[in-house]
């Protein structure tokens, strides 16, 4: 059997690495279905040429802003994406219409501030930076356009940051909603106020 298509002598792709799950490197040698990679680590591995994974050598320096424009979605790709964008402390990125969110661990409230919301009101989707407010924009004007409610899923493990992106969903839908008062409380208060009980 020969090689995968596009994994020959030369090429650049990840191969599994029982410390950082998947090591970038170039195939230096094939032995019939081994390959013989060196890795950006230094080291000399020998794979299954089944267990490998094309790299791009196209992408942008700082990663794309939708996987959809990566060359080759796998795994390996999707993380390092990822990890490149957090790197430079983007932590959102879109898969077509899905938002994938990386939790900082720190405050960047330079992304969420009221100049933002103004920024992302209305903004057709993709205009801008991914972003929550995006997610919850979209939704909102479906549901005004369509006369319909709609829904937002926001899904993670344990301590991935669901409650966070749902009180910064809610704060923005509060925004959207505008400042009527109710039972002497505004659209704001009273959105803000369930997002304290999730
Ligand atoms: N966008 C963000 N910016 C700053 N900090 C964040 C962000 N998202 C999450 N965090 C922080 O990460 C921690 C965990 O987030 P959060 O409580 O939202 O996770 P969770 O997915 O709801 O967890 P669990 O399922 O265990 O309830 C919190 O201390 C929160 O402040």
Known sequence: ?????????????????????????????????????????????????????????????????????????????????????????????????????INPFQRLSHLYDASMMKRYKGAPFGELGPHVFTIADVAYREMINEGKSNSILVSGESGAGKTETTKLLMRYLAYLGGHTAAGGRTVEQQVLEVSWMI
């Open 1 to 101: 059997m020969g090689l995968p298509k596009n994994i020959v002598i030369g090429s650049h792709v990840w191969v599994g690495d029982p410390e950082l799950v998947w090591i970038d490197g170039q195939i230096i040698n094939v032995n019939g279905e081994e390959a013989e990679i060196q890795t950006s680590n230094g080291k000399t591995v020998v794979a299954n040429l089944s267990k490998l994974h094309p790299k791009d050598m196209e992408n942008p320096e700082g990663g794309v802003d939708d996987m959809i424009k990566l060359e080759n979605l796998h795994e390996p790709g999707v993380l390092h994406n990822l990890a490149t964008r957090f790197k430079i402390n983007e932590i959102y990125t879109y898969t077509g219409n899905i938002l994938i969110a």
